[in-house]
């Protein structure tokens, strides 16, 4: 029973360059979430999904994309990394929307740009 | 501005019984979720109160009081590996979610 899996684990950029984040979950469920975490701050939403093909944007979408091609994949985009990207992304999903839901978050991508 | 306050850090002892506050002021309300997250991995659902009062699962019980808006976390029977944040967030009128930057809980033997 995988979960939520995101690859890479960890990934170190430089600024300028472009990267992206997978995130794959196996429990069919309709609405998925990037987020981002930085010490001493809460989880912030970056941009979410509540179904293929479909996407919007959370509380800090600036300097990323996202696309849902498929149910099951959720897909984050850096097209210029800048240091102020430096965090750790979790990526989560959900049967229904986060109201009546709880969230089944992945383990991390731990991302660092110089 | 929508926000969630949380104790950065707590020290309990293994066996004792530690209480993680929370206080919100958001705008409006449609529950509050307590989430655990060991370091390094990823966060764990606990609970969800919408309604005011207690919710108890084992060792762990959440409580609400809307029109003061406060919950509180309450873990009994502490054990080492109860080491871990605790992140309170809490559903706005949007159905968004406020996330606390959450508490550090240290169990010492």
């Known amino acids: 029973n995988a979960g939520v899996t995101q690859t890479p684990k960890f990934r170190v950029l430089k600024t300028g360059q472009s990267m992206t984040l997978l995130c794959a979950q196996d429990?069919?469920?309709?609405?998925m979430y990037w987020y981002r975490q930085d010490p001493g701050m809460g989880l912030r939403l970056i941009h979410y999904?509540?179904?293929?093909?479909?996407?919007a944007k959370g509380e800090v979408p600036d300097g990323y994309n996202v696309s849902r091609l498929k149910k099951q994949n959720f897909l984050l985009g850096l097209e210029s990394a800048a240091p102020s990207q430096t965090s750790v992304y979790f990526c989560?999903?959900?049967?229904?929307?986060?109201?009546?839901?709880?969230?089944?978050f992945g383990e991390g991508s731990r991302l660092t740009v110089l | 501005g929508q926000n969630i306050d949380q104790p950065t850090e707590m020290t309990a002892t293994e066996g004792a019984i530690v209480q993680i506050n929370c206080t919100y002021q958001?705008?409006?309300?449609?529950?509050l979720f307590w989430y655990q997250q060991h370091a390094g991995e990823a966060p764990t659902f606990l609970s969800y109160?919408?309604l005011d009062g207690l919710e108890e699962k084992g060792r762990f019980s959440s409580f609400l009081s809307r029109s003061k808006g406060y919950s509180y976390l309450l873990l009994k029977e502490l054990q080492m590996k109860d080491s871990a944040s605790y992140l309170c967030?809490?559903?706005?009128?949007?159905?968004?979610?406020?996330w606390g930057a959450g508490t550090k809980l240290i169990i010492k033997p």
């Open positions: 989560a999903s959900s049967y229904s929307g986060q109201d009546t839901g709880e969230l089944f």
């Open positions: 429990m069919n469920h309709e609405y």
């Open positions: 999904s509540v179904g293929e093909g479909t996407t």
């Open positions: 958001t705008s409006g309300f449609n529950g």
């Open positions: 109160n919408v």
């Open positions: 967030a809490v559903m706005d009128s949007n159905y968004q979610l406020i």
